[in-house]
């Protein structure tokens, strides 16, 4: 069974950085598009970011210069660095995947990240 894992938050005052990471269990996470979303407290899922499998890399506009999505096939797992975290980064932030960007149908269940001073 293919699943998505993803680990890594935690509390972090603003200011500060936090690397969540994207798991893929029973499958080869390089034969996946990745994506990462946040739903904050109230709020719709947005898209973060996103990382193809040919390494093409998509940030939305209100992480562009703070956040960084990479992948190591070799460890099974795609990454997202937040640096320079503000208090609205608060989410809980889930990772996305599919063989096809046009059917992305794996969903993990997601790993909570609070900003917080």
């Known amino acids: 069974q293919e699943q998505l894992v993803e680990s890594g938050g935690g509390l972090v005052q603003p200011g500060g950085s936090l690397r969540v990471s994207c798991a893929a269990s029973?499958?080869?996470?390089?034969?996946?598009?990745i994506a990462w979303y946040r739903q904050a407290p109230g709020k719709q899922r947005e898209l973060v970011a996103r990382?193809?499998?040919?390494?093409?890399?998509y940030y939305s506009d209100f992480v562009k210069g703070r956040f960084t999505i990479s992948r190591d096939n070799g460890k099974n797992t795609v990454y997202l660095q937040m640096n320079s975290l503000k208090l609205e980064d608060t989410g809980v932030y889930y990772c996305?995947?599919?063989?096809?960007?046009?059917?992305?149908?794996?969903w993990g269940k997601g790993t909570l990240v609070t900003i917080s001073s």
């Open positions: 990382i193809t499998r040919a390494e093409v890399t």
């Open positions: 996305n995947g599919g063989r096809s960007l046009m059917r992305m149908e794996y």
């Open positions: 029973g499958a080869s996470i390089s034969a996946y598009n």
